[in-house]
Structures are given as C-alpha cells and as structure tokens.
C-alpha cells in the first residue's frame, strides 16, 4: 500500500502564491508518475498537473500552464506543485495521486494512490 499526504492549501488572496507539497510512503517502489487533480463541488476532478517520476518531464493543464510550477524530490518521495498568480478560479479541493501503470497521466483512473485532499481558497 501507498499513502499519500497532502500539505499546503490555505486561504490566499487572488494574485498570490502557494505551494502545496504531498509526501509518498510506503510501497512507493515502481512510480511512473505523481500528478495533481482539483475538484470543486458538483463537478468531475480535473487534471492539473503531472510529473514524470524517473525523468521529471512535466505536463500541465491549459488553465495552469505559464502559472503553475510541478516539482520533485525523489529522495523525499515527495510531490510540489508551486502556485502563482492564482484567480478565485483556482479554488478547489487538491488531490496528490500517484501512478504506476505509465499510461494516461492526465487521466484521473490510471492512478492507482490518493491523497485526502487540501483546500484552496482564492478570494477576490
């Protein structure tokens, strides 16, 4: 099993930053990819942001691109994603997951791990 815990989210106005930062323990042996997701209330999760675990090629959403930095520190286990410039746009709830299956790193059922996730708040 792998767990996935999530730090960071808090309550930031628009035009600020945060960094999130999501910790991997357990059998994290095989990662293809750690990638983050946001879902706000009534809709589907949305891809945001992914990395790749060995060579650190990333991939972003359109909405986030330019804005949004992913990071990692394979010797941490650990997952960031560095946010800037936000919009009130960005609030959501954030979700860390973990992928071993190397398919599909913008699509949410190719990750096999989740974190519980953390809010984020934009205010205008």
């Known amino acids: 099993q792998v767990q996935l815990v999530e730090s960071g989210g808090g309550l930031v106005q628009a035009g600020g930053s945060l960094r999130l930062s999501c910790a991997a323990s357990?059998?994290?042996?095989?990662?293809?990819?750690m990638g983050w997701f946001r879902q706000t209330p009534g809709t589907e999760r949305e891809f945001v942001a992914a990395?790749?675990?060995?060579?650190?090629?990333?991939y972003y959403a359109d909405s986030v691109k330019g804005r949004f930095t992913i990071s990692r520190d394979t010797t941490k286990n650990t997952v960031y994603l560095q946010m800037n410039s936000l919009k009130p746009e960005d609030t959501a709830v954030y979700y860390c997951?973990?992928?071993?299956?190397?398919?599909?790193?913008?699509?949410?059922?190719?990750?096999?791990?989740w974190g519980q996730g953390t809010q984020v708040t934009v205010s205008s």
């Open positions: 997951a973990l992928n071993k299956g190397a398919v599909g790193v913008r699509t949410e059922r190719f990750y096999d791990y």
């Open positions: 990395i790749n675990w060995s060579g650190g090629s990333t």
């Open positions: 357990g059998r994290t042996f095989s990662v293809y990819a």
